[in-house]
């Protein structure tokens, strides 16, 4: 099977180009990528006009399954993520039971791979029911796949057991993805703590929730030789505080979500429990700092954190937390970044594709001759307002909802194969 792509505008950090190129792609693999390609194919695309890019690689999505089949599932999260332009995601290990032996990651690497469009990699859960008393069977989970361990919604707290893991991970050579909340600094805490959750009269979540655990991870991974990637950053110190350590330690990579770069905790006056995450969303001094990151280099990725939910009526206090994310990530990084001047669109190709291949050390991020064929191809030019009527995704909870964005997906490529298309 031969097709090619034409007339896009590839952006391809890695491969160094910016400009008008055709592809050539045969069976799975970019066989040629040059100005104008005439040679004879089984199928042609036009992507003039569009964004040709490498497969978005979201590094942080809730696929819930196992055990939370009613909020999302692999069909539907893959459904959502090519939808989304991410042609690769990685499943976070909070599921039920929870992702922490070797069979279960097998488990759900081959489920995935029968059930899910885009491609999953999981990461397995550093300690044994992600409850930070003790080690998981790492190495057995490295073996059946796992390409980083979390330790998603529950920051250790035991600072011997976290070395002890750390150095596992580094013998392993696999990233650790950390989650940072001190559970008692946040409290009851629903938002963020300051002059809003004053006013509101609610609980609020300081900073240095997630602040004190990031230092801490990171003074010790450093000291293990470990690779660590933030999650989901939210304040001004967070980033300050990588900035710092990248001085030292060229294994710390950081990652912000859309939400905490477009929307502030004022949010939550208009929009309520639908405005409730982990971290919380901060102030617009946090919201400025996390952009000044991302365009100086210090955040290296930006992930959905997409984490479904079925649809209910809840207080602030019993509302879940967190929002369905792979089908709004690109259209609001576009607009809210790229379209203004914050980001080029390199940048944002580094941020959602290259350098998150590089921290998972895969074989994806880039288009050059030989390399998976995994594209998205994005059109810059509808506006609307964003929708969750149409979601492929079962969660349709976003604070973005009727939020003006401009772009849409219009083609998804997962190794050489079409799995979405949109005229
Ligand atoms: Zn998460």
């Known amino acids: 099977m031969r097709l090619l792509l034409k007339n896009g505008h590839l952006v391809d950090p890695i491969g160094k180009k910016d400009g008008l190129y055709d592809i050539l792609i045969e069976d799975d693999k970019v066989v040629k990528v040059q100005t104008r390609i005439s040679d004879r194919v089984d199928k042609l695309i036009d992507a003039s006009d569009c964004l040709v890019m490498p497969g978005l690689i979201d590094m942080h999505t809730h696929v819930r399954e196992p055990g939370y089949t009613e909020k999302e599932t692999f069909v539907t999260a893959g459904r959502a993520a090519v939808k989304g332009g991410f042609t690769t995601i990685c499943a976070a290990p909070d599921t039920k039971p929870v992702i922490d032996t070797s069979f279960l990651v097998g488990d759900i690497r081959r489920q995935a791979e029968n059930e899910s469009l885009a491609n999953v990699l999981p990461v397995g859960a550093l300690s044994t029911g992600l409850k930070g008393k003790q080690g998981a069977d790492l190495e057995g989970m490295a073996r059946e796949g796992a390409v980083a361990f979390s330790d998603e919604t529950h920051s250790l707290v035991d600072m011997y057991l976290l070395r002890q893991l750390f150095l596992r991970c580094a013998r392993l050579g696999l990233p650790v993805f950390s989650w940072n909340e001190d559970r008692r600094l946040s409290g009851k805490g629903v938002m963020n703590a300051g002059k809003f959750s004053k006013s509101m009269g609610l609980a609020g979540i300081p900073g240095s929730a997630e602040e004190t655990v990031q230092a801490r991870y990171m003074l010790l991974a450093e000291e293990c030789g470990c690779q660590l990637h933030l999650q989901h950053m939210s304040t001004r110190k967070s980033v300050l505080m990588l900035w710092l350590a990248k001085k030292q330690f060229e294994a710390v990579t950081g990652e912000v979500c859309p939400h905490h770069l477009f929307l502030t905790e004022e949010c939550l006056m208009e929009k309520g ?151």
């Open 273 to 423: 429990a639908a405005g409730k995450v982990y971290p919380p969303l901060r102030t617009e001094e946090d919201r400025l700092a996390l952009i000044d990151g991302l365009r100086d280099g210090i955040i290296d990725v930006i992930a959905t954190d997409h984490s479904p939910h079925e649809a209910g009526k809840w207080t602030l206090e019993e509302a879940p937390s967190g929002f369905s994310g792979l089908e709004t990530a690109l259209p609001l990084v576009y607009t809210g970044l790229v379209k203004q001047g914050l980001l080029s669109a390199s940048q944002m190709v580094e941020k959602m594709s290259s350098n998150p291949a590089r921290i998972l050390k895969i074989n994806r991020g880039s288009l050059n001759p030989g390399d998976i064929a995994d594209i998205t191809v994005f059109d810059p030019r509808p506006e609307y307002d964003i929708s969750t009527e149409g979601f492929a995704s079962l969660g349709k909870n976003t604070p973005f909802e009727g939020y003006h964005v401009s772009g849409r997906v219009t083609t998804t490529l997962v190794s050489g194969r079409v799995v979405y298309r949109n005229n």
